[in-house]
């Protein structure tokens, strides 16, 4: 088996225990059986249960860094070319919600979670901040007043659909809410 394939094979397994049986709830055991590895191999990639958690919180990092690496607005771009940008970071945040929404709840639930709090929050606020620089930059470069600002409540409205989505209403109207924030923020807000 090649190395990366042994590694993302237990990745791909401890994901699925986690997002069914919690963190607390799922062994190494489990995880190696899940994967089809042995649990000798499992200690080779990861030195620990929790190492293998932040493994995983990396990874997504990773993929999210790189979907929002696409998202650069260009110095002073245009009402169109923001608009355009703007349908895409919504777009693809529909996309990874549909994708992961297991996963994602998921990694909400390890912040509600004191023990794992603060084995967690750094790599999650990484990725926050990043997300939050990102949009903060469409939003200058599309010379909206006060980009900080309009940044952090685009953010606070995307993490309560997210919310809303992945853990408070069953049939809840992603598509719909998007298309809306769309709506409200494709005229240049001036925050």
């Known amino acids: 088996m090649r190395p990366q394939l042994g590694k993302d094979k ?5 994901i699925q225990l986690f997002s069914k ?15 089809d590895v042995s649990k000798g191999l499992m200690y080779i990639y990861f030195e620990s249960k929790e190492d293998l958690l932040l493994a995983i919180i990396e990874q997504a990092n990773e993929g999210m860094f790189e979907v929002a690496g696409a998202l650069t607005a260009p110095n002073n771009c245009s009402l169109e070319e923001y608009q355009k940008l703007l349908q895409q970071f ?13 996963y994602l709840s998921f990694q909400l639930s390890l912040l509600y979670q004191p023990d794992l709090k603060p084995l967690v929050s750094g790599p999650l606020q990484k990725r926050a ?3 939050l620089a990102v949009t903060e930059g469409i939003f200058r470069n599309a010379d909206v007043a006060k980009p900080q600002l309009t940044a952090r409540r685009f953010m606070s409205e995307l993490d309560g659909i997210a919310l809303h989505h992945l853990s408070v209403f069953e049939d809840y109207p992603l598509t719909e809410m998007l298309e809306q924030m769309f709506q409200h923020y494709k ?5």
């Open 21 to 35: 049986t919690g963190f607390h709830g799922t062994s190494i055991s489990q995880i190696a059986k899940a994967a």
């Open 10 to 14: 237990i990745m791909q397994a401890a």
């Open 129 to 131: 901040a990043h997300l």
């Open 187 to 191: 005229d240049l807000p001036n925050a």
């Open 90 to 102: 919504l777009g693809q945040f529909a996309g990874l919600l549909g994708a992961n929404s297991d």
